[in-house]
């Protein structure tokens, strides 16, 4: 099992950059694909982006690809979206998620561990 902590989120300005982290517990995290999804209230959470547990493959909902990069820190047990030129369409609730497995998905039901969720608030 893997625990998932989410930080970075914030208020920031239409065209400013963030960049969210996840931090799993455990000493696996290499075997899991990681993701990250956003949920808007009321609305069903939708990928973001993926990456494979070695990190040489990635993979980007058409929304965010050329803004958002997906990297992972495997010695640091870490995950990592950095977001930029960022819009007040991208005001969500932003939540990492485990795969215990090797092919990488953006299905949502893939995934097995969740966290908690990180707010990103774009002005503009």
């Known amino acids: 099992q893997v625990q998932l902590v989410e930080s970075g989120g914030g208020l920031v300005q239409a065209g400013g950059s963030l960049r969210l982290s996840c931090a799993a517990s455990?000493?696996?995290?290499?075997?899991?694909?990681m993701g990250w999804f956003r949920q808007a209230p009321g609305k069903e959470r939708e990928f973001v982006a993926a990456?494979?547990?070695?990190?040489?493959?990635?993979y980007y909902a058409d929304s965010v690809k050329g803004r958002f990069t997906i990297s992972r820190d495997n010695a640091k047990n870490t995950v990592y979206l950095q977001m930029s030129s960022l819009q007040p369409e991208d005001t969500f609730v932003y939540y990492c998620?485990?795969?215990?497995?090797?092919?990488?998905?953006?299905?949502?039901?893939?995934?097995?561990?969740w966290g908690q969720g990180t707010q990103v608030t774009v002005s503009s």
């Open positions: 990456i494979s547990r070695s990190g040489g493959n990635t």
């Open positions: 998620a485990a795969l215990r497995g090797t092919v990488v998905v953006t299905a949502r039901r893939a995934y097995d561990y």
């Open positions: 455990g000493r696996t995290f290499s075997s899991y694909v």
